[in-house]
């Protein structure tokens, strides 16, 4: 029989039908041959009926055998799978017709462009699946095989159907076959369409460092085997349905599951009417038995018993049960209302108050406020069970998007008529009648209005009531803020994010109304001074742009001036910086803030300010001004009291000193910033968008093999990507394996340093970090030349420096410049390659990245050698080694001293070579495996 390359995956298993192999969890089952053909023939035909004719002709084409050959085959093949056993289902019986592969099939091709497709082993972030869900059963079945083939599924009906509940079923349904990476994310905390792309990257714990996310989302998801479901899409229904279909056509190997009150009407969409639940007919003569048979009357006698009200039905309550459900059209959360009711008031009267309040009449309008038209009545009602306290503190929990804590409650809707313990109490109530959900997060406990009643509860309270709701609500994140912001954690997980996205939503909320119409803008000023950065530790760069941008146009001569506009204009240059690169607008924004420091005589503010600053200018190759800012934070430093600040100012202080060619001072501030252990204060790093400590230990490995000491430097540049890796915050850990590159290049160590340069250019694509990806080609074409494939190595290399000029990032401008002479030489071009080197020594001299200056004097010499002007070249080197000492830069003067070395070996001074060689070579005690101590070593045996 004839198999193609397709891969099955179902349950535990793992079918390859081009090897003809099956495994569970990665160990190979033993299978017949007949058996194994059985099995390829079904699961690639998933819940569809295969005759056992039709069966016994493709797996016995050219023998006739009887059917009981087939039934053999098949007991065989339901025992290797464990057929029936913990509930396992995967082959049915179809009586009289022939028999059907029923479990959840996922089919992938084993190859993407010839390559094994990518595996991914993202964190799961799926709410919890029911114990029990009434009458869903076939609609997970069919929507789990249809979107395995399909790839794009809409699960499409009224709100409170239970799209959600389904969609959760289907993704633990299909979770091992995805081997864990699935991730759902609820629009239901967000309300602008343009957040759409935002909500879903930063739930993956990619950075949004550009105004258009979605590129950088599509490379994360390209090639890997995922399943996003994406839920409550009608209210960011464009913006939905756009990133749906970009990642369809982008990334064949994810699969999308959507909820919605509508189609998304999209390329690739598949569209799947979840039908409310099935109601007993009105009928005369309905038995408790027959109306017990469907769903929603099994529902709604499940739910009244877990409210503390079961029911022995009879046949005259049958007809009731089933009024109901019919007068409910089945809507499984109308009919959960209604069930809890059961219990305070009884079946018949609960019937009769749902003929009175509820009479369902309800248009369902497109232009209807956003989930509240299909369940208003349903809402009506339930809102009159309330008493009059229940219904003050929902009223007020509806101020809350998304989940929300006690605490929160406690902050924001206790007051006037509302103590602590009527807030206790009515929560215990809501939750009991199913006007609040709960969900346990760690040791905490979540509280969540459903969105109809969230929507119902605002529609009824007044004016008043809301604003007044809504200044305690801004009041009480801006408290939140600046009680936790200083210490937010580097989150680039999806479960240590969930809590803090669904804080950040209601302070989104809170801004929202500040800035809108009737709303306090100088309250937003202050909660978007402290969100800033918070926005900016999440790397949210573009809602930090804008939201610092509306608050500093809300800024009147109170504010102006004051501590909320400079960390407004610090969080805004920082913004500007990333998304746009070195632009002058971000040059202006910082510089006002430092600015206003320093006219209010704030040391700590001047420090923080100084971060972002210092970077700028490091960014765009103003070294000299950069030492200068970091000459000024070293100086503040010992005016506050935050150890924080001090090791953030001691980072600032080394890498300038390192680039500045100041090796002893650079190593002894480094050491210092090291020095200080994380767990205090930490605001004064926040805005520097990344961890200063963990880099610290990076320049420090490159300063150590400066001072010539090249094992210590390896052992330092690891540790510094192991600590920022344990971190998981991409931007962090990006620079530091920048640093640690040099290092491996410098030392020879072509393997490590080719694994790390694969290994930051993936993760520079996967998280949109623009520049680095020039950076990683850049390296990569050094890498290249060190290989010896010098026109592949200037090549990469001059498209690496040239995007980075683009980009306005010079922080490795010399380096890799160096790195292009050396290769253009190599290929016949040593006048280029000596204009660039002159070009490149008059920068350093004017911009102040001197640490280069000694290399770049030695290569001069080394490429006058190959000129007309090849007398100068001993001058040249001669000034090297002077500047490498100088520098106390002992790696410079080894390169040096070696060049030099060989020059006088060609005009027969050998003795005078060695004598220069020797003493330098001798002043190393470690790392004689390196690639430089080993060719000065070799040269020194040739003189000998």
Known sequence: MMMGPDVFSFGPFRLAAGERLLTRDGVPVELGARALDI??????????????????????????????????????????????????????TLPGRGYCFVAPVLRSSGTVDGAATASFTGATFLPARLARMVGREDSVRALAGQLATARFVTIVGPGGVGKTTVAAAVAHELLEGFAGAALFVDFGLVTDPRLVPVAVASMLGLPIRSEDPVPGLIAHLRGRRFLLVLDSCEHVIDGAAGLAAEIFRAAPEAHILATSREALRVEGEQVHHLAPLGCPPDEPGLTAAAAGAFPAAQLFLERAAAAGAPLDLSDADAALVAEICRRLDGVALAIELA?????????????????????????????????????????????????????????????????????????????????????FAAIDSLVAKSMVATRPVGAMMRYRLLDTTRAYAQQIADD?????????????????????????????????????????????????????????????????????????????????????????????????GGSEEMHLQAALGMALMFLQGGSDAARAALERALAIAEARGDALGQLVVLGPLHMFHLRIGAFDIALELGKRGAALAGAVEDP???????????????????????????????????????????????????LSGAILARTLWLQGHPAQAVEQARRAVREAERMDHPVTLSVAMIWAITVFLWTGDLRSAEQHVAWFTARAGNHSLGPYLAVGQALAGALALRRGDAEAGVEGLQAGLAMLRGARYEVLTTALEIALA??????GRATEGLALVDAAIRRVETHGDLVYRPELLRVKGRLLQATPQASEAE????????????????AWELRAATDLAALLARQGRSGEAAALLRPVLDRFTEGAETADLQAAARLLATLN
């Not at 079904?42 to 016995?60: D, I, Q």
């Not at 090291?674 to 200063?692: C, D, K, M, V």
């Not at 050396?822 to 290929?827: F, P, S, Y």
Request: glycine share 10%; aromatic share 8%.
């Open 339 to 423: 069930a809890g009711r059961v219990q305070a008031y009884g079946l018949r009267q609960t019937a009769a108050l749902l003929d009175q309040r509820l009479p369902l009449s309800w248009t369902g309008q497109r232009n209807a406020p956003p989930r509240q038209r299909t369940l208003q009545a349903t809402l009506d009602w339930s809102y009159g069970l309330l008493s009059e306290p229940e219904r003050l503190v929902l009223r007020r929990l509806a101020v809350f998007v998304g989940p929300f804590t006690m605490e929160a409650a406690l902050g924001v809707v206790t007051g006037g008529a509302v103590d602590d313990a009527m807030l």
């Open 875 to 890: 001058a040249c080197l001669r000034q090297s080694l002077d500047w490498s000492r100088r520098q106390g830069a002992l």
């Open 822 to 827: 050396e290769g253009l030489t190599a290929t």
């Open 644 to 694: 924080a600040a001090a090791a953030l100012a001691q980072f600032l202080l080394g890498i300038s000193l390192h680039l500045a060619g100041d090796l002893g001072g650079a190593r002894a501030a480094l050491e210092a910033a090291l020095r200080h252990q994380p767990g205090g204060p930490r605001a004064s790093t926040i805005y520097l968008g990344f961890e200063g400590q963990n």
């Open 464 to 560: 008043a009531e809301r604003a007044a709701l809504a200044v305690r609500h801004a009041g009480y994140y801006r408290r939140w803020l600046e009680q936790l912001g200083g210490d937010w954690p580097a989150l680039s997980n999806a479960a240590e994010r969930g809590p803090y996205l669904t804080a950040m939503n209601n302070v989104r909320a809170a801004l929202d109304w500040c800035f809108g119409q009737g709303g306090d803008a100088g309250l937003g000023v202050a909660l978007a001074a402290a969100a800033a950065p918070v926005f900016l530790a999440m790397s949210l760069l573009t809602e930090c742009r804008r939201w610092s941008e509306r608050a500093i146009g809300a800024l009147d001569a109170t504010t102006r």
């Open 39 to 92: 099995l390829v023939a079904l699961v690639s035909r998933p819940n569809e009926p295969v005759g056992k004719r039709e069966l016994m002709a493709e797996v016995w084409p050219d023998v006739t055998v009887e059917e009981g050959s087939l039934r053999f085959h098949i007991v065989a093949l339901r025992k290797a799978l464990g057929d029936g056993q913990d509930g396992a289902r995967y082959i049915a």
